[in-house]
């Protein structure tokens, strides 16, 4: 099974940089979201990010646009209070600004990119993990449950943040102010951020993601089992056998969830897994093709190449001078 706990975002190289906003985004008009995530960045020590007293809630800041991040993405919402980003999922992108909030709600492999920012006016993120239990207990309690429409749910979008939501996101960053009272107060907040999601435009998807008969969950199930076994030759009909589905029918729901084909969900599995075992294991590039499952080192390096933008070993060695002068650049850094 790949250490997908352990997986960090990894920048693609510096040249391979897709289009995005031109960061003028017109006049500066901070409201409270941002100013109260400014106020907490400049507040604590260490880097970007931010980790919190909250488990699973973290802030993220960048001054300057960034290159493309190689990451697994968790079930999740990533809120921008400032700047621009955008993310994608297979041939999926989407592009979300202050106001929206990119909404995940399976584990997949993304590629994701700050594109507006400046040290006058950084790029400020709130994410925060997604509990599908407590979304499952909100959803279960609603009168009317979310109308899930007929095609295959989405297991990624974008939605916008104003109102309720937005005063959720707010309350959730004030309580980092007052430590003794998240065990208490951070449960009921989040289950309000199940509800508006829940009651929301994109209820129907989210639904789908997080009741445990829906057919979306029975993907994501099988989905676990890819993962588990991403080393080995695994049979669409047996992932499909697991989903209570058909072949047709369950490749047609997984590429809507995750925007990627079977076959290319446990590719980018294989190939995050070996440039993590280059970068942080010291492995050479004939052993990290042959650990996660290649039993050809050319088709190894091709199908690296074509995902990351350069050969495996030029590009760890462009990863560890970056490493490097970062270590220049902040010798303090946590």
Sequence with gaps: MPELAHFLPISASR???????????????????????????????????????????????????????????RPAMCIVAQG????????????????????IGVETPSIGRV??????????????????????????GLDAPPRMRGEPGRGVFVTDFQGPLADCALRLVRLLDTPKAIPTLQPIIMRGICYWLLTGPHGGDVARISLVDSPSQRVINAMHSLRNRFKE???????????????????????????????????????????????????????????????SPSQFSREYTRMFGAPPKRDIRRLRMLFHQDEEITPDAA
């Design 84 to 103: 621009a980003k955008w993310a994608t999922f297979g041939d999926n992108r989407l592009e979300y600004r202050a106001g929206q909030a990119l909404v």
């Design 15 to 73: 040249d391979i940089l897709a289009g995005g906003f031109n960061g003028n985004e017109g006049p500066y008009v901070p409201d409270q979201l941002a100013k109260a995530l400014l106020r907490y960045t400049e507040s604590q020590p260490g880097e970007n990010p931010f980790m919190t007293a909250i488990d699973g809630l973290a802030i993220l800041r960048s001054d300057h646009p960034k290159p493309p991040t190689h990451m697994i993405s």
């Design 115 to 140: 594109v507006a920012a400046s040290p006058r006016q950084p790029c400020l993120v709130l994410a925060f993990e997604l509990d599908l239990a407590i979304m499952r207990s909100v959803a279960e």
């Design 233 to 295: 030759t695994v049979r669409i009909e047996e992932l499909a056998a697991i989903a209570l589905m058909s072949p047709s029918a369950f490749h047609r729901q997984f590429k809507a969830l995750t925007s990627l084909t079977p076959l290319q969900y446990q590719k980018q599995l294989r190939l995050l897994e070996a440039r993590r075992l280059m970068v942080s294991r010291a492995f050479n590039v004939e052993a990290s093709g042959f650990e996660v499952g290649y039993e």
